[in-house]
């Protein structure tokens, strides 16, 4: 069955990214918040090959790729609920947003 626009009859239609923006942020806060716990791993090992600047970007990096990772999980998730679940779209010749 092929989704259409209620307002025009267009089929030039996108998947409105609701949940994948909600879940991809929820997910790297999370993981960024895990991942700055754990970040002291990265300080210390950072620490051990350099003092000082070591330590700073030992731990920056932990909380960046804790980051990154949790947001690109989250992102993955709620990209799967928009096209499962959510199913709200844009027009993208009238510009209406309907749920199919």
């Known amino acids: 069955m ?3 626009c209620p307002n025009c ?3 030039n239609l996108r998947l409105k990214p609701i949940a ?3 879940c ?7 993981a960024g918040i895990a991942a700055a716990k754990a970040g002291t791993a990265g300080a210390a090992i950072g620490s051990a090959i350099c003092p000082g ?5 030992g731990g920056l990096a932990g909380i960046v790729g804790g980051f990154l990772t949790g947001a690109l999980t989250g992102a993955a998730v709620g990209h799967a609920i928009d096209r499962k679940i959510v199913q709200t779209f844009h027009c993208n010749d009238c510009g209406h947003d309907f749920a199919a």
Not at 24 to 30: D, E, L, R, S
């Open 24 to 30: 991809g942020g929820i997910g790297g806060v999370t």
């Open 20 to 22: 994948t923006r909600v």
């Open 2 to 4: 092929s989704t259409s």
């Open 53 to 57: 600047v070591g330590t700073a970007i």
């Open 9 to 11: 009859g267009s089929q």
